[in-house]
Nanobody
Framework: QVQLVESGGGLVQTGGSLRLSCAASGRTFSSNAMGWFRQAPGKEREFVAA????????YYADSVKGRFTISRDNAKNTLFLQMNSLKPEEKAVYYCAADSAHYRMVAATPGRYDYWGQGTQVTVSS
């Protein structure tokens, strides 16, 4: 059974930092693109960042460029999201996702990802 389990969320002040992790089990994703999405209450799920299977290509939403960094450790089957300079409007549930296709390019659309974690809550106080 494939599982993606996020951790690292929590409460942080405006301008603070958090590092999210996503541990995969049940299969290896070392040849698959992975990404982070977030969903605030009453809003649609939105793209945050994505990374290619080897980590050499990253792609960010304009709103997080320069503040967030996506990375992966294929040896540990784990995805990360370093979030700096957090803003109150970034309060949301953050989800990691993985593409089931091998060696496919990164994508920003949720439909390209087949596996999803349960999410981790990030709250930014003003």
């Amino acid at each position: 059974q494939v599982q993606l389990v996020e951790s690292g969320g929590g409460l942080v002040q405006t301008g603070g930092s958090l590092r999210l992790s996503c541990a995969a089990s049940g299969r290896t994703f070392s040849s698959n693109a992975m990404g982070w999405f977030r969903q605030a209450p009453g809003k649609e799920r939105e793209f945050v960042a994505a990374i290619s299977w080897g980590g050499g290509i990253t792609y960010y939403a304009d709103s997080v460029k320069g503040r967030f960094t996506i990375s992966r450790d294929n040896a540990k089957n784990t995805l990360f999201l370093q979030m700096n300079s957090l803003k109150p409007e970034e309060k949301a549930v953050y989800y990691c996702a993985a593409d089931s296709a091998h060696y496919r390019m990164v994508a920003a659309t949720p439909g390209r990802y087949d596996y999803w974690g349960q999410g981790t809550q990030v709250t930014v106080s003003s």
